[in-house]
């Protein structure tokens, strides 16, 4: 008998105007963890709607088991053993553990049955979870394991994972890999998706690489360097961000005894943060997902007013101005959520454009758009930031995620700011791109902007930051200069310990 779970002969996907699969074909094995590589709009996305019954494909066929395998909806693709867990939750803050798992079944049993199942599951795969705790409560990362644990009460044989660690800490990781090769040993598959290659490295036994919608290549990941890898993708090789040598200028903006109450039930109070932030600095802000730092970005936006506390910019009190005065002074952001937040998804890219770049672009006439000068300022983006898309005229729903990300950190950092806030710049998008955004920031700094990076990918932080400082609870720590902190430094602070010396001392 073959070893072949899934057989993929020729898969093809069109698109208006786009090919996003052409004739793609594969084999994903028993109990093996393979990996599915490409950069942004690649067409790995549309590739595993197929797989998971969201998608019809044009040409092609699927096999599951030797037999042919048509999903017509996810409902039978579950049914036939494909389980996905997908990049963004489906979640619902104010139900439970358990409600929120039922949701996601057909039939699901009795509450107390279902309750004594996600607790033994959770155990065996070192996932534990209690299914009374309200998800509103949980962390980023225990919330995975909400969405986890539901694919396993499936008992899936082909579990797809998209983007499974852009959320979690590396001790997080850690268990998540424990897990992923604890059913693999047991003879469940599965397909990751990731552009963290090192992890790809670690822990996948084979890769299917695609560009533009083909594929380009079979390796084994731990017989090829991360550089290979990305080069692979992106058919040719990129460069490193290039690093700065300048002193930072003169005080930007100044935080004092700034303290915010939680925006809900679910939110994190900012306590008390003070800072400064120079002309030509970049200032990392790393911590856990969950500790502030949405309300961090929209405290610095003007999105809210704080009570308590000053926010001084460019030697003038701001603590008062909203969103667009802000902006209008120089001070501009771009938040983690991409869709709803950044970008109003059935909106066109340019409409999507003039949303924050009206008045610092001059794209208003007497009260009028300008839609000429917003298609230009919109086609300028696209072109500097390589946002793959049929064209401006496209809604910001229709592109991959990481191309919107390009597209909206694009869109702010051509508006050229004096101070740019931005919230997990180079989450969901390739190595590629994600050199470029990092060498787009240090650029917009060398031309004497600051710019406060947050960001969970510490190694992201290190790269390109000057300073240091970890949100946890909604404190900040102290900053510290990047040069000689070291990752036991770092945990400590992500960790809460504020007095660096004290506590470095004690570890």
Same mark, same amino acid.
């Given at each position: ?40 709009? &690649? ?16 040409? *092609? ?10 999903? *017509? ?11 996905? $867990? ?5 979640? @619902?803050?104010?139900?439970? =553990?358990?409600? %929120? ?71 997080? =990781?850690?268990?998540?890999?424990? !897990? ?6 047991? +003879? ?19 890769? !299917? ?41 003169? $005080?930007?903006?100044?935080?004092? %005894? ?50 308590? *506390? ?24 771009? #938040? ?16 999507? &454009? ?22 230009? @300022? ?14 401006? +005229? ?13 597209? $909206? ?18 989450? *969901? ?51 510290? #200069? $990047? &040069? ?12 809460? &310990? ?6 470095? +001392?004690?570890?």
């Amino acid at each position: 008998m073959s070893d072949i779970l899934l057989g993929i002969k020729g898969l093809t996907k069109v698109y208006p105007g786009v090919v996003a699969n052409d004739d793609v074909s594969f084999d994903i094995r028993q109990g093996e963890i393979h990996a599915l590589l490409g950069e942004n709009g &690649a067409g790995k996305s549309t590739l595993v709607k197929m797989i998971y019954g969201l998608l019809a494909p044009d040409k *092609g066929a699927m096999t599951l088991d030797g037999a042919p395998y048509v999903p *017509g909806k996810p409902s039978e693709a579950r049914r036939s053993g494909v389980a996905m $867990v997908f990049q963004h939750f489906s979640l @619902f803050d104010a139900l439970n =553990v358990a409600e %929120n798992v039922a949701l996601g079944m057909e039939t699901p049993p009795p509450m107390r049955d279902l309750a004594r199942q996600i607790r033994e599951v959770s155990e065996t795969y070192g996932l534990p979870l209690d299914p009374t705790r309200t998800v509103g409560t949980l962390s980023a990362g225990e919330r995975q394991r909400v969405e986890i644990i539901r694919c396993l009460l499936q008992n899936p044989r082909l579990l797809i994972m998209d983007e499974p660690t852009s959320v979690l800490t590396p001790q997080e =990781v850690e268990i998540l890999f424990e !897990t992923l090769r604890k059913l693999k040993a047991e +003879g469940t598959s599965i397909l990751y998706i990731s552009h963290k290659l090192e992890e790809i490295r670690a822990l996948c036994d084979h890769a !299917t690489i695609l560009r533009h919608g083909r594929k380009v290549a079979t390796c084994t990941p731990a017989d090829t360097s991360a550089r290979e890898l990305a080069e692979l993708m992106v058919g040719n090789s990129f460069a490193a961000p290039e690093p700065r040598d300048q002193e930072p200028g003169d $005080v930007l903006l100044e935080i004092t %005894n700034l303290s915010l109450p939680a925006p809900g039930s679910f939110g994190t109070p900012l306590r008390d943060i003070t800072l400064t932030v120079r002309a030509g600095e970049v200032l990392g802000i790393g911590g856990v997902a969950g500790n502030g730092q949405d309300e961090f970005l929209a405290a610095l936006s003007g999105e809210r007013l704080s009570p308590a *506390g000053s926010l001084t910019f460019k030697s003038r009190d701001i603590s008062r101005d909203g969103p667009m005065a802000r902006r209008d002074a120089g001070l501009l952001s771009a #938040p983690e959520e991409r869709l709803g937040h950044a970008a109003a998804p059935d909106m066109s890219l340019i409409e999507n &454009a003039v949303l924050t770049a009206s008045r610092r672009e001059n794209l208003l006439r007497h009260g009028l758009i300008s839609w000429g000068r917003t298609r230009e @300022f919109a086609e300028r983006v696209i072109h500097h930031f390589d946002v793959r898309t049929p064209g401006p +005229g496209t809604a910001a729903r229709a592109l991959s995620g990481g191309n919107l990300q390009k597209f $909206v950190i694009g869109r702010e950092i051509l508006q050229y700011p004096e101070l740019l806030v931005v919230n997990q710049p180079t989450w *969901g998008v390739d190595a590629a791109a994600a050199a470029a955004i990092r060498q787009a920031l240090l650029d917009l700094a060398a031309e004497g902007a600051a710019i406060i990076c947050i960001s969970q990918d510490l190694d992201e932080l290190m790269e390109i930051s000057d300073s240091f400082a970890a949100l946890n609870e909604g404190r900040l720590s102290a900053i510290r #200069p $990047v &040069a000689g902190l070291d990752m036991e430094q770092i945990g400590l602070m992500m960790g809460g &310990a504020h007095d660096m010396e004290v506590a470095h +001392g004690d570890a």
